[in-house]
């Protein structure tokens, strides 16, 4: 009962948290370094699995995080992952640990969702069908959506992939860049230019400058009174059970 009125609390405050009916989806190749500016833009704790930006009131959704503590907490090495999948039983059972944390993900989004709290959602960018559908049903609620873009040339992906815990090495990771990068134009044309938002991560940019301009444009949407007419009715709705 307690953690059923905690819950009820939680979705009655949303009408009055920061950053309410926004959500932003993160997208970017192998190496881009998404997570980072996502946590650099948003002041997200570092590697939480359910991590809030107190300055924004947005929520952060990523199913990595989760992934990652979940498998170190049953034993298995992440920078390992190349080799399990060679062993179907071994597989078998990292697969299990990944559905898991994206169940313990989804229910976090479900109760984000149910107080139309705001959100950084994540993800790689590599399926613009998923994100158009993610987007659809997030604005069927009142959310205004917008993305942010991270960008890299090819060297840098690469580079950056190998330094990684996690790599999939160079002619994967070339792959899976030229892949992203035909997404671009289909993302610009999903959110619309006003709400795309494009950080070069590449090494050797400005990387100030770059996040700088990100910031402020995303501050300014955070900001900006909710345009979905559906936001507005709920809201309204909400604040008349008050």
């Known amino acids: 009962m307690k953690h059923v009125k905690l819950f009820e609390q939680f979705i ?3 009408v009055n948290d920061p950053g309410i009916l926004k959500a932003f989806f993160m997208a970017g190749g192998p190496g ?3 997570s980072y500016v996502a946590t650099e833009l ?3 704790p570092k590697g939480a699995i359910s991590s809030v930006s107190y300055a924004t009131g947005l929520k952060l959704v990523n199913n990595d995080n989760s992934f ?3 498998i170190k907490d049953a034993g298995y090495d992440i920078g390992k992952l190349a080799d399990y999948a060679k062993d179907p039983e071994t597989w078998s059972k990292v697969m299990d640990i990944r559905n898991k944390a994206k169940g313990t993900t989804k229910r976090m989004q479900d109760n984000y969702i149910g107080g139309r709290l705001g959100q950084v959602i994540d993800g790689t960018g590599k399926d613009p069908e998923k994100i ?6 997030l604005k ?3 959310y205004d959506v917008a993305m942010i873009f991270v960008n890299t040339d090819v060297e840098t992906a690469v580079k950056r992939d190998a330094a990684r815990e996690r790599t999939i090495g160079a002619e994967e990771a070339t792959k899976y860049w030229k892949l992203v990068q035909r997404n671009i134009g289909k993302f610009q044309t999903m959110f619309g230019k006003k709400n795309f938002l494009v950080v ?3 090494e050797g940019k400005d990387y100030k400058s770059e996040t700088l301009r990100a910031y402020r444009d995303a501050t300014k949407f955070t900001q900006a009174p909710v345009d979905n ?3 507005k009715k709920w809201i309204k709705s909400e604040k008349s059970k008050k």
């Open 200 to 202: 070069d991560n590449s």
């Open 229 to 231: 007419s559906k936001a």
């Open 140 to 142: 069927k609620l009142g």
């Open 12 to 14: 009655s405050e949303g």
């Open 42 to 44: 948003f002041d997200f």
């Open 32 to 34: 881009s370094g998404k």
């Open 68 to 70: 990652e503590k979940q």
């Open 132 to 137: 158009a559908n993610q987007a659809k049903e």
